[in-house]
């Protein structure tokens, strides 16, 4: 214990150890709206960082790796009846350690925000997380060895900026499935809130970086040229051993789904309002929102009468959801701070649809909707530029256009104004072009 203590003490652990920390710490807190969803969202985050994070481990594993390069003892150290391993294994232990812990660190920042809105714990995420802060532990021991074994003052920076370019090309390259295996931020893009990672995946990367980390020590701890050529064989094993259990479906590579986390919570009276569990803590926030929206539709025959999170996800393209008339199924969007993005558009946005859930086979008249659904909510249309999320441009023509369709609504008796907006709904429910329901 005094041993590593002394390497704590004067070794670069205690810095690098730091150093990542303070890294992986700014670059959370500078987006919070990016891991604000939830414990997944936050593990997803920190593995993209990775990028940044895997990268200075192996850096920081190489300088110290040229420390007895530096000093001119390696000759001298060498002549001592210790081991190898014996002589080098503190060192191991502190850089490995300390930088590993560090990753836990940056998690634990996060989570310190995440856990009082989260509304659930994904039990991968403790997997997902331990084997990142492994990985990063591996690289360490791979600095090690290749500071050892090239001792030249670049050899460090040099591997910090091979590490970001192998980080990232390894996470987008094709097949996919060597991608899941070679990069530890591969399967970080967030495209659902219940996706997950899957354990195959996990464990793939595992066997990976162990054996990246062992190959580093075996160059670390042997000398001469043939044992140092045959330190490769364990990264050659490790790689055909995680290829083997990786699994090859591009949906469980991409963007695998949590099923507890996409479970539906709902409100215990009507109208009944659900989400998906990983979003449940905005549920009391979005029900009585989704209600205004849906007591405006109710002008209308035949509406819906529950509004559901969206929960299709392309991947599953070939097993879509039954449509059901009754539901309306909407995006619900979390801010940067945990909570209801958007609160304000909820119910435009269910008038908006008019009550039919989407679809681009269909012809649909973006000004007549517009305009149909304007009158139902009392005043007159307005660009969905700034009113509904993403939008961020459209044509000036087509809100005109809607304008004037609205304003011959107006005009009418309220029982022939409505008959026509029922008809602009029945046409889209049919696959029908609206375009002219509204002229006569």
Same mark, same amino acid.
């Given at each position: 214990?005094?041993?590593?203590?002394?390497?704590?003490?004067?070794?670069?652990?205690?810095?690098?150890?730091?150093?990542?920390?303070?890294?992986?710490?700014?670059?959370?807190?500078?987006?919070?709206?990016?891991?604000?969803?939830?414990?997944?969202?936050?593990?997803?985050?920190?593995?993209?960082?990775?990028?940044?994070?895997?990268?200075?481990?192996?850096?920081?594993?190489?300088?110290?790796?040229?420390?007895?390069?530096?000093?001119?003892?390696?000759?001298?150290?060498?002549?001592?009846?210790?081991?190898?391993?014996?002589?080098?294994?503190?060192?191991?232990?502190?850089?490995?350690?300390?930088?590993?812990?560090?990753?836990?660190?940056?998690?634990?920042?996060? *989570?310190?925000?995440? +856990?009082?809105?989260?509304?659930?714990?994904?039990?991968?995420?403790?997997?997902?997380?331990?084997?990142?802060?492994?990985?990063?532990?591996?690289?360490?021991?791979?600095?090690?060895?290749?500071?050892?074994?090239?001792?030249?003052?670049?050899?460090?920076?040099?591997?910090?900026?091979?590490? /970001?370019?192998?980080?990232?090309?390894?996470?987008?390259?094709?097949?996919?499935?060597?991608?899941?295996?070679?990069?530890?931020?591969?399967?970080?893009?967030?495209?659902?809130?219940?996706?997950?990672?899957?354990?195959?995946?996990?464990?793939?990367?595992?066997?990976?970086?162990?054996?990246?980390?062992?190959?580093?020590?075996?160059?670390?701890?042997?000398?001469?040229?043939?044992?140092?050529?045959?330190?490769?064989?364990?990264?050659?094993?490790?790689? *055909?051993?995680?290829?083997?259990?990786?699994?090859?479906?591009?949906?469980?590579?991409?963007?695998?789904?949590?099923?507890?986390?996409?479970?539906?919570?709902?409100?215990?009276?009507?109208?009944?309002?659900?989400?998906?569990?990983?979003?449940?803590?905005?549920?009391?926030?979005?029900?009585?929102?989704?209600?205004?929206?849906?007591?405006?539709?109710?002008?209308?025959?035949?509406?819906?009468?529950?509004?559901?999170?969206?929960?299709? /996800?392309?991947?599953?393209?070939?097993?879509?959801?039954?449509?059901?008339?009754?539901?309306?199924?909407?995006?619900?969007?979390?801010?940067?701070?945990?909570?209801?993005?958007?609160?304000?558009?909820?119910?435009?946005?269910?008038?908006?649809?008019?009550?039919?859930?989407?679809?681009?086979?269909?012809?649909?008249?973006?000004?007549?909707?517009?305009?149909?659904?304007?009158?139902?909510? *009392?005043?007159?249309?307005?660009?969905?530029?700034?009113?509904?999320?993403?939008?961020?441009?459209?044509?000036?023509?087509?809100?005109?256009?809607?304008?004037?369709?609205?304003?011959?609504?107006?005009?009418?008796?309220?029982?022939?104004?409505?008959?026509?907006?029922?008809?602009?709904?029945? +046409?889209?429910?049919?696959?029908?072009?609206?375009?002219?329901?509204?002229?006569?």
């Amino acid at each position: 214990m005094s041993v590593l203590g002394i390497e704590l003490r004067r070794s670069a652990a205690i810095g690098a150890a730091l150093l990542a920390l303070v890294v992986g710490v700014a670059a959370l807190y500078l987006a919070p709206g990016r891991w604000s969803q939830g414990w997944m969202s936050l593990t997803l985050t920190t593995k993209e960082y990775l990028l940044l994070l895997w990268p200075l481990a192996l850096a920081a594993g190489a300088w110290q790796g040229r420390r007895e390069h530096r000093a001119r003892v390696g000759e001298l150290f060498d002549t001592t009846p210790r081991s190898p391993l014996r002589r080098m294994l503190p060192v191991l232990v502190a850089m490995g350690a300390t930088v590993g812990l560090s990753y836990l660190l940056v998690v634990v920042a996060g *989570g310190v925000r995440v +856990a009082p809105i989260a509304a659930y714990f994904p039990p991968d995420v403790v997997a997902i997380v331990l084997v990142d802060a492994f990985s990063l532990s591996a690289a360490c021991c791979l600095g090690l060895g290749l500071g050892r074994l090239l001792p030249a003052l670049v050899t460090a920076p040099a591997l910090a900026v091979t590490g /970001v370019l192998l980080v990232f090309f390894t996470a987008v390259m094709r097949p996919d499935w060597l991608g899941a295996v070679l990069s530890p931020a591969y399967g970080s893009s967030q495209f659902y809130p219940f996706q997950t990672v899957d354990p195959r995946v996990t464990g793939a990367l595992a066997i990976w970086m162990g054996a990246l980390g062992l190959t580093g020590v075996l160059l670390l701890v042997t000398r001469g040229r043939f044992a140092r050529a045959t330190a490769v064989l364990p990264a050659l094993l490790g790689l *055909g051993v995680a290829a083997a259990i990786v699994p090859r479906d591009e949906g469980t590579l991409i963007a695998p789904v949590d099923p507890v986390a996409r479970e539906l919570v709902c409100t215990d009276d009507a109208p009944r309002v659900c989400v998906t569990r990983v979003n449940a803590n905005v549920l009391d926030t979005l029900a009585p929102l989704a209600r205004d929206g849906l007591g405006v539709l109710a002008k209308l025959p035949g509406t819906p009468t529950q509004v559901h999170e969206d929960r299709q /996800v392309w991947a599953e393209s070939d097993n879509l959801p039954v449509p059901d008339d009754d539901i309306l199924t909407i995006t619900v969007g979390i801010d940067e701070h945990g909570g209801l993005a958007h609160p304000a558009s909820v119910a435009t946005r269910i008038v908006l649809s008019l009550g039919v859930d989407g679809t681009a086979e269909c012809p649909r008249n973006g000004a007549v909707e517009r305009a149909a659904a304007y009158y139902l909510l *009392g005043r007159e249309p307005v660009s969905d530029v700034g009113v509904i999320p993403g939008m961020i441009s459209e044509e000036p023509e087509m809100n005109a256009e809607a304008v004037a369709l609205w304003r011959g609504l107006r005009d009418l008796p309220a029982a022939a104004a409505t008959s026509r907006v029922a008809a602009v709904r029945a +046409a889209i429910l049919q696959c029908r072009d609206s375009t002219g329901l509204l002229d006569r």
